[in-house]
């Protein structure tokens, strides 16, 4: 089976493909293709929370957003390392839940992980509403992965 691990570069996507590895079993996995999308006219920078990318001092990270996009992929594809399946990484551009579901059509995957929630409000709202029309349109099943709940104080 072929899995397809989406990153939109949060904590909570790095989260869903480790939460993968505590379950699957890397033996009936063939391939994991980990996916970035990034929108072409896109305001606002691909949010790339996870990877070590060098920091300006204005707190303004480097490099384009493609590239910001591309270290997300590198990072979570890292949590793969030495587990088993081979890895394939893909940067691409578009609407993120079209992209992912393409994907999964390209690879007959067998199963598509995308996290729900990691960046705050209006960001939460907006991964979540990919994590829904991923899984109500992708071809196979989708592990959607919430973010751990906050413990009261």
Not at 27 to 39: F, H, L, N, Q
Not at 90 to 117: F, K, T
Request: aromatic fraction near 6%; hydrophobic fraction near 45%.
């Amino acid at each position: 089976m072929h899995v397809v691990v989406a990153t939109d570069g949060s904590a909570q996507s790095l989260a869903a493909a480790r939460h993968l590895t505590s379950f699957a079993d890397p033996r009936k996995i063939t391939g994991i293709s980990v996916v970035a999308v990034i929108r072409p006219l896109a305001s606002v920078a691909f949010a790339d929370e996870i990877s070590e990318a060098e920091q300006r001092p204005d707190g303004e990270w480097t490099g384009s957003f493609r590239q910001a996009a591309q270290r997300a992929v590198d990072a979570v594809a890292a949590v793969f390392d030495d587990w088993g399946p081979p890895v394939d990484k893909q940067v691409r551009s578009g609407s993120p839940a079209a992209e992912i579901i393409e994907a999964a059509e390209q690879s007959d995957a067998g199963l598509v992980v995308v996290a729900a929630g990691g960046r705050g409000l209006s960001d939460t709202f907006l991964l979540g509403s990919t994590a829904q029309r991923v899984q109500h349109y992708a071809p196979c099943p989708v592990l959607v992965v919430r973010p751990a709940p906050r413990r009261k104080a």
